[in-house]
């Protein structure tokens, strides 16, 4: 026994000793041990970790089945070794799976040496249904007759026996409306708004808990609240609701799974009761009235006598269009106290926390029966100081609870969300303090994978404004904005985002789900609707740049994470916008249509002296059909369908060339003198070679013109730096990125942003309000100049070469301003960071490569002489190969590993 344990300890040591690659980060469809996936092929990923530079995988071996140890017993698949690079969704390939069963999964790879790695530690996933036809269970809706004004949220309860030892157990849940389930007294699982939001009609997500441990021998409990939500509650300004039905529904089923392996299932049927409690109504735009002396006590326990309860209805409503959950749910993040509890001007009690954020506040309070306490949500002051909500338009944004009067209770909105950084509360028994309130942010779950830091404070607070634009409008579905009568998933908005939001966080699986409901929402036309999930009944829907978010964002997602099934997902509904641009055009110009354009672009009063700063729409319109061309052409490629490929390359041709007819001037101007114009014939090449850079040098005078102000709006304002930086205007983009008067990126945030504004002037520098019915301060759109932050000022991106970080490109532009840009992104692979600093003339830039991945770095040098890494000259490091000398830049080939370059910065720099 003990030599055996010597000699297996030896054999640990010597692997550990030889081991180069060790391998961590097991996900499986981009999630970490999930539970209820509906698919045949999930696909499996794993990072590796090097303890030497350039540390490759060239082999990889996977181990799944049913069985935690892997061993001989129940093993459904053996990928044998195979001989590959690839690390990243390997799709599983062994016998057939079956609902509701955990596989376990582990992998072993070889490095470029052909040494074994040890085997990973074990991961698992789990299916789900995986068909409609598993449901057991039966739709119920409330027995009762309704009070058709307020619709107070409906409960749902069921007892039942457990007599034997259990092993698993599963909740199996969805609703029309959201649901919040309860188990013996205990919420399940930490997810809120669920089911999500989708186009139910077509798409209406389960999900999936393992409620093993709240469930016991005996008598159990099992009870569900449904409020809403987006399903019938109002949406949009018009006094639009009941949008996918007026009755509220719940499918359930619970799947006990026991030690000596029988089953049995508890599903939502005729002998459930149903009954209204303490939620009187609940609106998402409006808040939730909460009366706890209705709360019906004891009915999330075994025991209660649920008698005087109504029945339930059982209707035949359909089960196709159920689907499981692939995205990250809605949970609750950072939470807030108070910095300040103060009296207004006009006498308003109001708290103040801070943030900007999205989410709810939890108060404790003790007082008398009947007392109501009143919280009304604010995202700002006026100039005055005096709460302000013109701007949230019909949304009531309130919440009211009613005390029970035993004590110290806790209320919290259920299906409700409110965006605010201040709160006025009415009516509150007693002195306020700020240990009575805490705000919670509720958003996405999905995995924070960048960071983005300088020696600039302003833009730090930019970068923070940005994460929190996206942490408040990432609820489920990419929304405009999260506090007025909208909260909608505007699809020019996401798709000017959604490059920046792949910075910040994982969100391929946000975003995935969320284009499957475009594709599902799409007219028959080929039309984008202008919201996803559509509530406008395709109202507005074809618009340039926002219709486009249906072949700019899979794009965007396979660039990001080199994941081609988004463009598989997507191709129809690419192919089908661009087939309707083209059937609008006349002469492969389209200038028939109506749209939005460059929206809330700046244009000063009186502006008299010929500047320019307004963009023909249909001009915008053609280079958007140009770029959704150009993205379906290259998703051709990539799915290596030549024939599109070649059809949609030659009508691209001639879209160019009807561009150039219509809009430019044989010298070279374009119609529209604005800087929008010239960005987007610049960034979307509708110009021929020889006119660039005359109509870059036009877009540097315009920009001049402005005293350094850019002009643009929501489509220009992604691309501007891009642009300047691409054709040699490098330090007028930092110029642009660090004014900070208005309109600027700096100048809301020298107003004291916490968050992107919608509009570059939502408050005006005397402390006025922009239009009150347009004038969010929690609007993402212009924070897209995250993206130039992370791809351009720290450098760090990746092509079609490698997508997804496979092939990393690390090209850093300093410029005047900053002396040190930091920024990290956790890839596929691991960790990408590139971080430089100036100093008394000199560069250095860290990089790290994370293993089984190349790199091209650009370092910004004279020549390859002036460089070294580490302590040693650049041509000493054997890893790195010298390639070429290039505008500025040495490029270096580096594999995996850390490096930390350094020279004298060259002279075309601009000292900071
Ligand atoms: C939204 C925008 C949206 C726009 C359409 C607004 O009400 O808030 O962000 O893109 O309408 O132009």
Same mark, same amino acid.
């Given at each position: 026994m003990k030599k055996t344990l010597l000699l297996s300890s030896l054999v640990l040591l010597t692997t550990i000793a030889t081991a180069q690659l060790t391998i961590d980060h097991l996900q499986c469809e981009n999630l970490v041990n999930p539970l209820g996936l509906d698919l045949q092929h999930p696909r499996l990923s794993w990072q590796l970790k090097s303890d030497k530079r350039n540390g490759r995988q060239t082999a990889y071996e996977i181990i799944a089945g049913e069985a935690p140890a892997l061993n001989n017993i129940a093993v459904t698949w053996r990928s044998g070794k195979v001989a590959s690079s690839q690390s990243i969704r390997i799709p599983y390939n062994g016998t057939a799976l079956q609902a509701g069963k955990r596989?376990?999964?582990?992998?072993?790879?070889?490095?470029?040496?052909?040494?074994?790695?040890? +085997?990973?530690? !074990?991961?698992?996933? $789990?299916?789900?249904?995986?068909? %409609?036809?598993?449901?057991?269970? =039966? +739709?119920?809706? !409330?027995?009762?007759? $309704?009070?058709?004004?307020?619709? %107070?949220?409906?409960?749902?309860? =069921?007892?039942?026996?457990?007599?034997?030892?259990?092993?698993?157990?599963?909740?199996?849940?969805t609703?029309?409306?959201?649901?919040?389930a309860f188990i013996n007294d205990k919420m399940v699982g930490d997810s809120y708004l669920t089911p999500g939001w989708t186009s139910y009609k077509h798409r209406l997500q389960y999900q999936t808990y393992d409620v093993t441990s709240q469930l016991s021998q005996g008598n159990n409990a099992i009870g569900v609240m449904l409020g809403s939500g987006w399903f019938r509650g109002y949406l949009a300004w018009a006094n639009n609701h009941d949008y996918y039905g007026k009755k509220l529904a719940l499918l359930a089923q619970v799947v006990i799974t026991y030690a000596d392996g029988q089953t049995e299932t508890l599903s939502t049927d005729e002998s459930w009761r149903s009954a209204t409690g303490a939620i009187r109504y609940s609106e998402i735009y409006n808040g939730e009235i909460n009366d706890a002396r209705l709360d019906k006590t004891g009915w999330l326990t075994a025991g209660y006598d649920d008698k005087d309860w109504s029945s339930v209805a059982t209707p035949a409503i359909s089960k196709d269009n159920i689907i499981t959950t692939y995205n990250e749910p809605v949970k609750k993040h950072e939470t807030f106290k108070p910095i300040k509890i103060f009296r207004t001007p006009q006498g308003d009690l109001v708290a103040d926390f801070g943030q900007n954020l999205v989410g709810l506040v939890t108060v404790k309070v003790s007082g008398k029966a009947g007392d109501s306490i009143v919280i009304q949500h604010a995202e700002i002051l006026d100039k005055q100081g005096n709460f302000y909500t013109e701007n949230l338009r019909a949304a009531r944004q309130e919440n009211i609870y009613v005390l029970k009067g035993n004590g110290e209770e806790s209320f919290e909105p259920v299906f409700t969300f409110q965006g605010f950084r201040y709160?006025?509360?009415?009516?509150?028994?007693?002195?306020?303090?700020?240990?009575?309130l805490t705000a919670t942010a509720l958003y996405s779950d999905m995995p924070l994978t960048g960071s983005f830091s300088t020696s600039h404070p302003l833009i730090n607070q930019l970068q923070h404004n940005i994460e929190w634009g996206q942490k408040g409008n990432f609820l489920d579905v990419p929304t405009d904005c999260p506090q007025r009568d909208e909260r909608l998933g505007w699809t020019g908005d996401a798709q000017?985002?959604?490059?920046?939001?792949?910075?910040?966080?994982?969100?391929?699986?946000?975003?995935?789900?969320?284009?499957?409901?475009?594709?599902?929402?799409?007219?028959?036309?080929?039309?984008?609707?202008?919201?996803?999930?559509?509530?406008?009944?395709?109202?507005?829907?074809?618009?340039?740049?926002?219709?486009?978010?249906?072949?700019?964002?899979?794009?965007?997602?396979?660039?990001?994470?080199?994941?081609?099934?988004?463009?598989?997902?997507?191709?129809?509904s690419m192919k089908a916008w661009v087939d309707f641009m083209q059937q609008a055009s006349k002469d492969y110009l389209w200038n028939t249509t109506w749209h939005f354009g460059d929206w809330l672009f700046y244009r000063p009063n009186d502006d008299n002296d010929g500047r320019s700063a307004i963009?023909?729409?249909?001009?915008?319109?053609?280079?958007?059909?140009?770029?959704?061309?150009?993205?379906?052409?290259?998703?051709?490629?990539?799915?290596?369908?030549t024939a599109d490929e070649k059809t949609y390359a030659a009508v691209l041709e001639k879209v160019k060339q009807a561009f150039l007819k219509e809009y430019l001037t044989p010298n070279g101007r374009l119609v529209s003198s604005s800087q929008t114009a010239y960005v987007l014939a610049l960034h979307f090449d509708m110009l021929p070679d020889n006119l660039r850079a005359q109509a870059a040098s036009r877009l540097v005078e315009n920009i001049k013109d402005y005293g350094y102000h850019l002009t643009t709006g929501f489509l220009g304002t992604p691309y501007l730096c891009h642009v300047l930086t691409r054709f040699g205007y490098n330090d007028i983009a930092y110029r642009l990125l660090l004014q900070e008067s208005y309109p600027s990126w700096l100048y809301p945030v020298k107003m004291g942003a916490t968050t992107i504004w919608e509009r570059w002037d939502g408050q005006k520098p005397d402390g006025s309000f922009q239009t009150p019915t347009m004038n969010s301060f929690n609007h993402y759109a212009y924070g897209a100049i995250g993206d130039w932050m992370y791809?351009?000022?720290?450098?760090?991106?990746?092509?079609?070469?490698g997508p997804g970080y496979k092939?990393?490109?690390?090209?850093?532009?300093?410029?005047?301003?900053?002396?040190?840009?930091k920024a990290s992104l956790q890839t596929g692979y691991g960790v990408v960071s590139s971080h430089w600093t100036t100093q008394n003339n000199r560069l250095t830039l860290e990089v790290e490569i994370p293993a089984n991945t190349s790199a091209d770095i650009y370092i910004p040098a004279s020549s390859a002489t002036a460089i070294i890494e580490g302590f040693m000259p650049l041509d000493e490091i054997k890893e790195l190969t010298v390639i070429r000398q290039e505008g500025g830049y040495v490029v270096v080939q580096a594999g995996s590993g850390k490096y930390r370059f350094a020279t004298s910065l060259p002279l075309s720099y601009p000292a900071p």
């Open positions: 596989y376990y999964w582990k992998v072993r790879v070889w490095d470029q040496e052909g040494k074994a790695s040890a +085997w990973s530690q !074990p991961a698992w996933w $789990e299916t789900g249904l995986l068909q %409609p036809a598993n449901w057991k269970a =039966k +739709w119920i809706t !409330p027995g009762y007759v $309704e009070d058709s004004i307020r619709r %107070p949220s409906p409960l749902f309860r =069921k007892q039942f026996a457990v007599k034997k030892k259990i092993k698993s157990a599963r909740l199996y849940i609703s029309q409306g959201l649901y919040r709160i006025r509360v009415k009516g509150f028994p007693g002195e306020l303090k700020p240990e009575h000017v985002f959604a490059r920046t939001a792949s910075f910040n966080r994982q969100v391929y699986n946000f975003f995935a789900k969320w284009m499957a409901d475009l594709a599902a929402d799409q007219l028959k036309d080929g039309r984008v609707p202008a919201v996803i999930p559509d509530v406008l009944r395709g109202d507005a829907a074809g618009s340039a740049g926002w219709s486009d978010a249906a072949t700019i964002i899979p794009w965007q997602l396979y660039l990001a994470y080199g994941d081609t099934a988004i463009l598989r997902q997507q191709y129809a963009t023909d729409k249909h001009l915008i319109a053609q280079c958007f059909f140009a770029n959704s061309l150009q993205m379906l052409i290259n998703t051709a490629k990539v799915l290596d369908n791809r351009v000022a720290a450098g760090i991106d990746t092509d079609t070469a092939h990393i490109r690390i090209k850093p532009y300093p410029g005047k301003g900053l002396t040190d840009v």
